[in-house]
């Protein structure tokens, strides 16, 4: 009875694996549309150590910039801790327009970035993957502006929900008092 048990438990495990990595990127998309400011202004995310964090986040914003090898930076302005950090991202092209994979110094891994849906002008959802003692998933609202149009936030929350996040893990955060500093 015992293997039976986790015999199942394994089988849902990779099929929860595969369901959340199996994800396919924007159908013919365009770098050059998608370089530019966008806004965080929606995440869901699925690690423990994320919760007592998520009523700290705020709205971030980040500048893609093309690099002339075809690489991608993301340059994020995040307010933490009374602090509004500076980060620089370095997003590595793969074969497959809108996918990318980027080291994470803070984990010491590679990881996973998919542009799954985008109009460009308006928004985007964004989902990050990685393997990290277990599988960890976020998903990512991104808007041209820092307060997207409702049928956007609700259209960002039914991916996050079909991609098996509870509705405690998604949140749209508030904006930033001056972060970046104006």
């Known amino acids: 009875m015992r293997t039976i048990v986790i015999s199942v438990a394994m089988v849902m495990m990779c099929v929860m694996m595969v369901h959340m990595v199996n994800v396919k990127p924007q159908k013919d998309f365009d770098l050059q549309k998608f370089a530019g400011k966008w806004y965080r202004v929606g995440l869901a995310y699925d690690s423990p150590g ?8 705020k709205i971030s914003k980040g500048i893609v910039t093309i690099l002339p090898n075809g690489n991608v930076n993301l340059t994020m302005w995040e307010a933490l801790g009374g602090a ?99």
Request: charged letters at 20%; hydrophobic letters at 35%.
């Open 84 to 182: 509004c950090l500076h980060k620089v991202y370095q997003y590595n092209k793969t074969s497959v327009p809108g996918e990318f994979i980027y080291f994470s110094t803070r984990h010491n891994m590679v990881k996973d970035i998919t542009v799954v849906d985008t109009n460009y002008s308006e928004y985007a959802v964004v989902l990050k993957y990685k393997n990290f003692n277990r599988e960890y998933t976020q998903v990512a609202l991104y808007g041209r502006l820092p307060r997207p149009k409702i049928p956007v936030i609700q259209k960002f929350k039914a991916f996050a929900l079909s991609r098996g996040f509870p509705r405690t893990s998604i949140l749209t955060p508030p904006a930033a008092e001056n972060c970046p500093p104006s």
């Open 50 to 57: 994320f919760v007592p964090l998520r009523d700290k986040v």
